[in-house]
Nanobody, 112 residues
Framework: QVQLVESGGGLVQAGGSLRLSCAAS????????MSWFRQAPGKEREFVAV????????SYADSVKGRFTISRDNARNTVYLQMNSLKPEDTAVYYC?????WGQGTQVTVSS
């Protein structure tokens, strides 16, 4: 089973940027699509972005399209989420996922 560890979360003002990382271990992930999800307080977990194994294909939730960019470095077994123009409604715990594995999440808080 693959282990995932997210990092890079924190507190940022509206309009700011953060870059999340998700490091995988225990399994080579280059053949698998990887995703980011988020869960805000009192809400269900929602899809944010996905990237194909090669990195050639990506897809985003409408709420983050044009502001967030997902990428990956298969040599480092790591996927990233660059978040720009952050809004208070982006506040959530962000999780990465691959196959049936989830990370523990990293908190992102955007102040207005």
């Amino acid at each position: 089973q693959v282990q995932l560890v997210e990092s890079g979360g924190g507190l940022v003002q509206a309009g700011g940027s953060l870059r999340l990382s998700c490091a995988a271990s225990g399994h080579t992930i280059s053949s698998y699509a990887m995703s980011w999800f988020r869960q805000a307080p009192g809400k269900e977990r929602e899809f944010v972005a996905v990237i194909s194994g090669s990195g050639a294909s990506t897809s985003y939730a409408d709420s983050v399209k044009g502001r967030f960019t997902i990428s990956r470095d298969n040599a480092r077994n790591t996927v990233y989420l660059q978040m720009n123009s952050l809004k208070p409604e982006d506040t959530a715990v962000y999780y990465c996922a691959v196959m049936s594995s989830w990370g523990q999440g990293t908190q992102v808080t955007v102040s207005s």
